[in-house]
């Protein structure tokens, strides 16, 4: 096969004006009559042959201009409908399909989950529906009609406002007419029929149109939608209040499914969710659940503007509607809640998840330049490094220019399907800035290193820092051009106090520059002295991870010190504690792996007992401080020759240090944070809930009788964040107390999927030998079911991705395991398999051994010779 590439973008031949569905929902053969107004594109090639996606369709009949079509030629195939010399003026198609939704286990296209007809459309789901131009740039005006038995689907529901609704009369049969008078892609068409329960809330526009709201779940789940619609009036103000952006349709509705393959997803008027992202009740969620729903939901609230309102041309240009929308949905949550917090979540997700992207076979471009599969690319890369940039491009043309941009943006590509061009020319004019070099951004991949060389001359109270910037070679990008990095920087006393930044004429930072505190490194070098400084001073680089980039500046100990105590910047006060434990645990792995013993480090343990006496303050940040590096991000800064189990073995030491090193504060804090009372799931509480269970997760690392706290916690705790958190520590510690814990635990919550997910999760986890046989067990447990993708990443996914030891055991039975589960799943659900597979992104920087057997696993995979698209093109990447 040929990859697609962006070099090859031809406008269609044809456009779609209207698109009218005549839909007879039914379980095994729902009737597709798909009425479509098309007309020549001026802009494509005239007389040309009328090509329409399919996939895996069955034709039943075929109209040209009301006059009937042989569907017995050869123009027509399961995947392709191909009409020859179609007239040169508006004419008009009728296409009759048949599908089996209840076959379909891909759950892309019109599937069942539950007891729920649903769809989902995007990227290429609309042809398994009906022959189309399955492409962003076709923009046409749906009309929608849901026929279906009334027991089997009460509720019909589809994009837009509902135009009409009746019984049909003599019939057990009803229908319901729905009209989206926005022009849009084919991959924003849903449609919902079930029987589901509601609830429903309102919404006055900042222009005064009221808009009705719904969320359907489930019956019974209605008690548990509470939160996402709360979330979602909240979202609604934020985009009229920070962006402008008012809603447009009557009706907003919301389904819950439990069937879904991603997180959600904002088709017009008709979001529809993994149930994961709506359902929430303090018994059964936890404040990060909580977090997760109030963030997914806005993020597709927002794609109502930044993806619906304004598409994309080609899926090239993914990251115009992904990397904003996670932009703006983190610009939400930072205001929902602590800005501070909120930006060293984000940026360990970054770093967790896109940089060993970046680092790996599987890099790409944030806007990729060819593809074989476009469900491979909603990656960390096209989403959060995306949404990087839109925050990088605000740090350089400041926030005023920024929303001027984004209202030109609004204004000038409303209703049209948009490039990463236009988007960034948009902010070029109104900044007056030239940004051709903020758009190698979008085109070369990896992470930029920044190198930093401090200087001090005491004599002349200058202070000279050098930077160098480089990007190493990815898969087909040998050569980078110089990248433009906004550094923030600040300068500050050993005690904190802040110095003003004052350069000299010749080797100096632009007023600019100075006044922003930003420095912008455009060429591989630069150098920059500061004066008037009577101390070295202390130098705070990269303030608020102001450019997503890797920073290498060697820091004195003392510095670091001196940072986790008084940064004036919170994200660099966590930063200098996290790259402090960074290299005690990198020289704790050093000596591990020659034999020896961890590094204990005092004044480490001393700095974080600072840390704990201040947290009053804020609790939540010191429960960030006090979240050491995980295993992965430790691997990922060892970048080759990994050894998993030294590294587990080293931060396993520092985390018995701390406990035993701390014990008396954190049991004290443990006591003091104790809860009673109703739950909150607001941001300041589930920080006392994240620090209380992170001293009691430390001191059980050193002190037995931690174990009975975790069990009394786990036993009596009400509400869902400190029973898991109970039984997570419980999880970690062999013995009688975790096994009777997780009995206890399916048994409360064996009747809530979601719930048993987390018990799934946890036991993958366990860093243990007989981890595998664990989960091997669980996979034959009536709770679990490999077609069900939540099931699926519980118990697969969380062991793939979350437990380094056991999936890099040194037998390669945890390669194998995984192996073989994707190849299972890839006949089922290609996209959860292709997903499961890049769990091995990372395995070229195994130590050898197991870079062996991870190459033997993969080599397996690509043997097999009916994988699906997804699953080929993983697996040869992977080892290209
Ligand atoms: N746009 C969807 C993702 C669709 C994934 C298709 N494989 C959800 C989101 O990003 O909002
Ligand atoms: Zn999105």
Redesign the pocket.
Known sequence: AQPIRLADYRPPDYLIDRVDLDIRLDRQATRVIARLKLRPNPQGKTGADLVLDGDGLRLKRLLLDGAPLDIHANFVTPDRLTIASPPHEPFSLEIETELNPAANTQLMGLYRSGSAYCT?C??EGFRRITYFLDRPDVLSVYSVRLEAEQTDAPILLSNGNRTATAAIEGTSRHFAVWHDPFPKPCYLFALVGGDLGAIHDTFTTASGREVQLGIYVEHGKEPSAAYAMDALKRAMRWDEEVFGREYDLDVFNIVAVSDF??????NKGLNVFNDKYILASPETATDTDYAQIEAVIA??YF?NWT?NRITCRDWFQLCLK?GL?VFRDHEFSADMRSRAVRRIADVRTLRAQQFPEDAGPLAHNVRPDSYYEI?NF?TATV?EKGAELIRMLKVLIGAKAFRAGMDLYFARYDGTAATVEQFIACFAEVSGRDLTQFSRWYSQSGTPLVEVEAHYDAAAQALTLDFRQSCKKTPGQDEKLPFVIPIELGLLSHDGKIFDLVTGPQDGASAHELATGVIELTEPRRRLTFHALPERPVVSLLRGFSAPISLCYAASEDDLIAQTAHDSDSFNRWQASQTYATRLLLRSVERIRAGGAAESDPRFIDALRHVLKASPADPAFAAQVLALPGEADIAREIGANVDPDAIFAARKALREAIGSGLADELRALYASLAEDGAYSPDAAAAGRRALRNAALDLYTAANPDGRTLAEAQFTHAPFMTDKIAGLGILALHAGAERERAFEAYYEFYKNEPLAIDKWFALQAAIPEAGALERIRALMTHPAFSLSNPNRARALIGAFAAGNQTQFNAPDGSGYDFVAAIVLQLDEKNP?VAARLLGAFKSWRALEPHRRGLAEAALRRVIAQNRLSPDVKDIVERSLN
């Open positions: 989902q995007e990227a393959n991603m997180g959600a997803m904002e993020h597709e794609h993806g992904e929308t469900n909603y989403y996209q």
